[in-house]
């Protein structure tokens, strides 16, 4: 069980690494948009994010943190929604790009700082 438990962790962070590298790849270009990157990114660290909470609450012996849990999957869900929803615009305002942005470290800082 350990075993998965670090396989999903690791998945989690690779799909959040996509995430946050799909957006910085635009941090020059003065036109944004929602791109394949960004949008398997999130997808993947949603998904690892549920199954890896369904993991150590299948374990007796984990101490889960469920407030740590709702912020982190609140955020993860709303970063989805609004990728999701401008996947098929043609560019996205630097206001909704940076709030991507802005979400995305708050959501790795929420998992790192939270103690």
């Known amino acids: 069980m350990e075993f998965l438990e670090h396989l999903l962790l690791v998945v989690h962070i690779l799909g959040f690494a996509a995430l946050i590298g799909g957006l910085l790849v635009q941090a020059r270009s003065p036109e944004k948009s929602v ?62 790009w940076a709030l991507l942005l802005l979400l995305t470290v708050g959501n790795v800082c929420v998992a790192v700082l939270w103690s």
């Open 35 to 96: 791109n394949s990157l960004m949008r398997d990114g999130i997808g993947t660290a949603f998904v690892a994010g549920l199954l890896l909470v369904g993991v150590l609450e299948s374990d007796n012996n984990a101490d889960l943190n469920n407030a740590w849990v709702a912020v982190k999957g609140t955020v993860g869900l709303v970063i989805l929604v609004l990728v999701m929803a401008n996947l098929r615009k043609p560019s996205i305002s630097k206001g909704l």
